[in-house]
C-alpha cells in the first residue's frame, strides 16, 4: 500500500555516478547501478535528505509523492548485512533526527535477533538515551549518524575570526525573512542586493550584520529540515528575474548538508533566462570564514 510522505527523488540527467551520496545514507537505499545513483526501494528511504548535501550536482532533493511506507524492520534487515559499524551509524540517525517510533522499532528488532544494541553502555540492548558519542581528537563528541551537522562539540569559550564587538547595531532591514514567508515581489528585493544565509549561520559568525547583512535584503533557509524547498526554487527564480536583484549573496555553515541551500540557486540559475552575479561564502563552525568565491557562469 502506497501513502504520500517525503522521499528523495534523483534526476538522473545531472548525476554523474560520483557516489559520494552512497555513505550518507545509512539505511542503504541508494546504490550505483549503471553509472547513475537509484533509489533501489521506497522502503528503505527515511526522506530525511542525509544524502543530499553530498551531491556535487545538486542531482538529489527531497519531493512528497506516493510511495511505499517506510519499513524499518526491512532496513534493519539490510542494517544487518553490514555489521556492528553500520547498525550504530543507522540508529544513531533515526537519534539525532528525533525518529523514536522508528528508533524503538529497530532496538526491538535487535532484541529479537539477539543482538546488543551498539548505542547502549556496556553493550546491553536497552537504554538507548544513555549513548555517550565518541570523543574526538580535538574533544569533540562524534554522532556516528550520516550527518555531519549533528556532530556534537565544545568550542571551550574561543572565538572565531569572525567575532565582532559586543553591541552590535542591527543592520535588518525588512521582516519577514524566512524564504519560506518572503515575497520575491517586495519592494525591498527590487534590484537589491540579497543575502540568502543558512539559519545557523548568523549564530556561528560574530560580526554578520556588519560584514554580511549591512546594505543588504534578507532571506534566510534551512535546506535539511525546511519543508516544501520546490517553492524556494521558484522564489529564488522570481528574485532573480521578477525582482531583477542585482547580486546574490549565499552565506552556509561547513556542513554538507548547507550545500543544498547552493545547489538551489544553481538550479535557479540554470532555469533562468537573466543571470545575476552570485558569491558563495562558507562559515565554519568556530565562526572563521572558511571558503568564498563569485560563481561563473
Same mark, same amino acid.
Given at each position: 500500500?502506497?501513502?504520500?510522505?517525503? =522521499?528523495?527523488k534523483?534526476?538522473? @540527467?545531472?548525476c554523474?555516478?560520483?557516489?559520494?551520496?552512497i555513505p550518507?545514507?545509512?539505511?542503504?537505499?541508494?546504490?550505483?547501478?549503471?553509472?547513475?545513483?537509484?533509489?533501489?526501494?521506497?522502503?528503505?528511504?527515511?526522506?530525511l535528505g542525509?544524502? =543530499?548535501?553530498e551531491?556535487?550536482?545538486?542531482?538529489i532533493?527531497? *519531493? @512528497?509523492?506516493?510511495?511505499?511506507?517506510?519499513?524499518?524492520?526491512k532496513?534493519?534487515?539490510?542494517?544487518?548485512?553490514?555489521?556492528?559499524?553500520? +547498525?550504530?551509524?543507522?540508529?544513531?540517525?533515526?537519534?539525532d533526527?528525533?525518529?523514536?517510533?522508528?528508533?524503538k522499532?529497530? !532496538?526491538?528488532?535487535?532484541?529479537?535477533?539477539?543482538?546488543?544494541?551498539?548505542?547502549?553502555?556496556g553493550?546491553?540492548?536497552?537504554?538507548?538515551?544513555?549513548?555517550?558519542?565518541?570523543?574526538?581528537?580535538?574533544? %569533540?563528541?562524534?554522532?556516528p549518524?550520516?550527518?555531519? %551537522?549533528?556532530?556534537?562539540?565544545?568550542f571551550?569559550?574561543?572565538?572565531?575570526? %569572525?567575532?565582532?564587538?559586543?553591541? !552590535?547595531?542591527?543592520?535588518?532591514? /525588512?521582516?519577514p525573512?524566512?524564504?519560506?514567508?518572503?515575497?520575491?515581489?517586495a519592494?525591498y528585493?527590487?534590484?537589491?542586493?540579497?543575502l540568502?544565509a543558512?539559519?545557523? &549561520?548568523?549564530y556561528a559568525?560574530g560580526?554578520f550584520?556588519? @560584514?554580511?547583512?549591512?546594505?543588504?535584503?534578507?532571506? +534566510?533557509?534551512?535546506?535539511?529540515?525546511? *519543508?516544501?524547498?520546490?517553492?524556494?526554487?521558484?522564489? =529564488?527564480?522570481?528574485?532573480i @528575474?521578477? $525582482?531583477?536583484i542585482n547580486?546574490?549573496?549565499?552565506?552556509?555553515?561547513? &556542513?554538507?548538508?548547507?550545500?543544498?541551500?547552493l545547489?538551489?540557486?544553481?538550479? $535557479?540559475?540554470?532555469?533562468?533566462a537573466?543571470?545575476?552575479? &552570485?558569491?558563495?561564502? =562558507? +562559515? %565554519?563552525l /568556530?565562526?572563521a570564514?572558511?571558503?568564498?568565491?563569485?560563481?561563473?557562469?
Amino acid at each position: 500500500m502506497n501513502i504520500k510522505r517525503k =522521499i528523495i527523488k534523483i534526476d538522473e @540527467e545531472k548525476c554523474d555516478g560520483c557516489g559520494l551520496c552512497i555513505p550518507n545514507c545509512p539505511e542503504g537505499a541508494l546504490q550505483v547501478i549503471d553509472g547513475k545513483a537509484r533509489l533501489i526501494s521506497d522502503l528503505l528511504c527515511d526522506g530525511l535528505g542525509a544524502c =543530499i548535501g553530498e551531491c556535487p550536482k545538486g542531482a538529489i532533493e527531497v *519531493e @512528497e509523492r506516493e510511495a511505499g511506507k517506510y519499513d524499518e524492520r526491512k532496513v534493519m534487515e539490510n542494517m544487518m548485512k553490514k555489521g556492528k559499524n553500520t +547498525i550504530k551509524a543507522h540508529l544513531s540517525h533515526l537519534k539525532d533526527h528525533g525518529q523514536a517510533e522508528f528508533l524503538k522499532q529497530a !532496538v526491538d528488532f535487535l532484541k529479537e535477533k539477539g543482538v546488543a544494541d551498539p548505542l547502549a553502555e556496556g553493550g546491553h540492548r536497552s537504554q538507548v538515551t544513555t549513548h555517550k558519542p565518541e570523543k574526538t581528537g580535538n574533544g %569533540g563528541e562524534v554522532s556516528p549518524c550520516g550527518c555531519p %551537522g549533528a556532530r556534537e562539540m565544545s568550542f571551550d569559550g574561543a572565538e572565531g575570526e %569572525g567575532a565582532g564587538p559586543v553591541k !552590535v547595531m542591527s543592520r535588518l532591514r /525588512q521582516w519577514p525573512v524566512q524564504l519560506q514567508l518572503v515575497s520575491p515581489l517586495a519592494p525591498y528585493f527590487k534590484k537589491a542586493d540579497v543575502l540568502l544565509a543558512a539559519d545557523c &549561520v548568523a549564530y556561528a559568525y560574530g560580526n554578520f550584520h556588519n @560584514e554580511f547583512l549591512k546594505g543588504k535584503a534578507l532571506a +534566510i533557509a534551512c535546506p535539511k529540515l525546511d *519543508e516544501n524547498q520546490e517553492s524556494y526554487l521558484e522564489k =529564488i527564480k522570481s528574485l532573480i @528575474e521578477d $525582482a531583477g536583484i542585482n547580486t546574490l549573496t549565499v552565506l552556509t555553515m561547513e &556542513v554538507p548538508c548547507c550545500m543544498g541551500l547552493l545547489n538551489l540557486v544553481k538550479l $535557479a540559475l540554470r532555469n533562468c533566462a537573466r543571470k545575476a552575479p &552570485v558569491k558563495h561564502v =562558507i +562559515i %565554519g563552525l /568556530q565562526g572563521a570564514i572558511k571558503h568564498e568565491e563569485w560563481l561563473s557562469d
